[in-house]
């Protein structure tokens, strides 16, 4: 029932409608987390399997309704009588994101299909359900309030996830530092957006944009301050450097599906209320998130690709942990472009959303390949990829490919081109020193996925010493993998060949304006 004023006076509805549509998504996510916590009550243990084919069909399912929405011009939970003042938009940025951590989370389920046998399967596929709803809603939400809740329903659930794994010490404590640091986080975020509250009078991100335009001389310092806390809640959820210290042992901790997760998922979810509070919120304040943005940056990619570089291959799980600082330094480059954007305009962002698509892709194939070789070889040491090509030779085409997309190089031609982007959004900023710093990053780099990408066709005998090779060329015996494993590397496979031959698919988000 809605209740009008009374159309003699004119006056403004006092009921807002709902647009069931724009919030289609993350509902559908949010809707069949809660099927599947109540159906885990009823179906017996041999059927427990169908939860997880059901958890599968409900992110298709999420996914399929951001079509409709593709226009971009639906809005909802509006105040009354303010235009432009809303709490969800569901804009180009915010379907681009929604596509790619529920994207991202359908491609985390397959992986998890077949390695959910020693874990509470009811309660696995709800929290990742539940996270990726939060993860969908986030980068739609235009209000302080609704962003925050959006975070922590995306973060909350991901604490424990990472520590699903009963009687694992090593899980116990990746969440647990996982968890201590993002509770560090959210109360310095809430702290600064305390501080931009008192100082505006409003959540609502454009209205407060508006109102920082002007703010009086005794509250500057309380905004500065407010604008300042709430970066660095969200440079803890980026994993930007000095705040990135929970990443390795969290991935290396946690079961590689959702490792897989954190580095994509988690990722876009943290850059995307950052992209929201910098541009949309903040933008009366470039000239204090612009400079912090881009030293971030730069300290970031070096501080990862560094210590990516200084992986042995003999130490247990040393791949993963490779993957997890090779993410920090990746964070560093999509840091760039959000930093531009403090001296140009709000179109370089679209360079950090090519980005983060390509990043998706590729890093989702290289944890997918990874899990393959961990049905094996569970120490999963870079080691045990050294003539891989002997035994799984698509798996080693496919794992080399991405690599070489991270790496930035040819055939890998998309990974190529989204550092070009993200490369000439700092040149057109003039931010010179930070497109030099990215320069001898992508240099680091090189040799790290080059020496993982040299190892899977080299063969037993190169290795240093003589005697088999630690890898799969030690155990020629094949396993039967399963059908959703397959499927999420064909996926990614596929997806990033396409990618690499026809670029402009996401390469056009880097030359408008997503807002």
């Given at each position: 029932m809605t209740v009008a004023a009374d159309s003699a006076t004119g006056a403004a509805s006092l009921v807002q409608s709902v647009d069931w549509l724009a919030i289609a998504p993350p509902v559908a996510a949010a809707s069949v987390a809660l099927v599947v916590l109540v159906a885990d009550l009823f179906v017996p243990e041999r059927?427990?399997?169908?939860?997880?084919?059901?958890?599968?069909?409900?992110?298709?399912?999420?996914?399929?309704?951001?079509?409709?929405?593709?226009?971009?011009?639906?809005?909802?939970?509006?105040?009354?009588?303010?235009?432009?003042?809303?709490?969800?938009?569901?804009?180009?940025?915010?379907?681009?994101?929604?596509?790619?951590?529920?994207?991202?989370?359908?491609?985390?389920?397959?992986?998890?299909?077949?390695d959910t046998r020693r874990l509470p399967a009811g309660e696995f596929w709800f929290l990742l359900l539940s996270s990726a709803a939060g993860a969908a809603l986030l980068p739609a939400a235009r209000d302080l309030a609704t962003l925050v809740v959006a975070l922590e329903v995306a973060s909350l659930p991901a604490f424990a996830l990472v520590g699903i794994k009963r009687g694992d010490r090593r899980s116990s404590e990746a969440a647990l530092k996982f968890f201590l640091s993002?509770?560090?986080?959210?109360?310095?975020?809430?702290?600064?957006?305390?501080?931009?509250?008192?100082?505006?009078?409003?959540?609502?991100?454009?209205e407060i944009a508006a109102r920082l335009d002007d703010v009086p001389g005794e509250f500057d310092t309380l905004a500065k301050a407010g604008v300042v806390l709430t970066l660095v809640g969200f440079a803890f959820k980026t994993a930007a450097a000095p705040f990135h210290f929970w990443v390795p042992d969290t991935y290396v901790g946690a079961p590689l599906p959702i490792a897989a997760y954190l580095s994509v998922v988690g990722k876009a979810v943290g850059f995307s209320g950052l992209i929201l509070v910098t541009v949309i919120g903040f933008p009366s304040y470039a000239d204090v998130w612009g400079p912090a943005l881009a030293v971030l940056a730069a300290l970031t990619?070096?501080?990862?690709?560094?210590?990516?570089?200084?992986?042995?291959?003999?130490?247990?799980?040393?791949?993963?942990?490779l993957l997890a600082w090779s993410s920090v330094g990746q964070a560093g480059y999509l840091l760039v472009p959000i930093a531009a954007a403090a001296y140009s305009s709000d179109e370089q962002i679209g360079s950090t959303v090519a980005y983060a698509l390509?990043?998706?892709?590729?890093?989702?194939?290289?944890?997918?390949?990874?899990?393959?070789?961990?049905?094996?070889?569970?120490?999963?040491?870079?080691?045990?990829?050294?003539?891989?090509?002997?035994?799984?030779?698509?798996?080693?085409?496919?794992?080399?490919?991405?690599?070489?997309?991270?790496?930035?190089?040819?055939?890998?031609?998309?990974?190529?081109?989204?550092?070009?982007?993200?490369?000439?959004?700092?040149?057109?900023?003039?931010?010179?020193?930070?497109?030099?710093?990215?320069?001898?990053?992508?240099?680091?780099?090189?040799?790290?996925?080059?020496?993982?990408?040299?190892?899977?066709?080299?063969?037993?005998?190169?290795v240093p010493g003589g005697g088999p090779a630690p890898g799969p060329t030690a155990a020629p015996r094949k396993h039967r993998v399963p059908a959703p494993l397959t499927t999420a590397i064909v996926l990614t496979g596929l997806a990033a060949v396409a990618l690499s031959g026809a670029p402009q698919l996401i390469l056009r988000f880097a030359a408008v304006s997503l807002f």
């Open positions: 059927r427990k399997p169908l939860l997880g084919y059901g958890a599968v069909a409900g992110l298709a399912a999420a996914l399929a309704l951001l079509v409709p929405l593709r226009a971009g011009d639906r809005s909802t939970f509006c105040l009354t009588g303010t235009a432009g003042a809303c709490s969800y938009t569901a804009d180009h940025f915010a379907l681009a994101i929604q596509a790619l951590v529920l994207g991202g989370a359908l491609l985390t389920a397959l992986l998890s299909l077949g993002s509770v560090v986080a959210t109360t310095v975020m809430l702290l600064g957006v305390s501080f931009v509250y008192a100082t505006t009078g409003t959540l609502h991100l454009t990619m070096t501080v990862g690709n560094v210590a990516a570089l200084r992986q042995s291959a003999t130490r247990a799980r040393s791949a993963v942990r390509m990043y998706a892709v590729v890093n989702l194939g290289a944890f997918a390949v990874a899990a393959l070789v961990a049905r094996t070889r569970p120490g999963n040491r870079l080691a045990d990829y050294r003539g891989l090509y002997a035994t799984r030779p698509a798996a080693a085409l496919a794992l080399g490919f991405f690599l070489l997309c991270l790496a930035g190089l040819p055939p890998g031609v998309i990974g190529l081109f989204a550092k070009v982007t993200v490369f000439s959004a700092a040149v057109d900023a003039g931010l010179g020193w930070l497109a030099v710093v990215m320069a001898v990053n992508v240099v680091i780099a090189l040799y790290y996925y080059l020496r993982w990408t040299a190892a899977l066709f080299r063969a037993p005998e190169d």
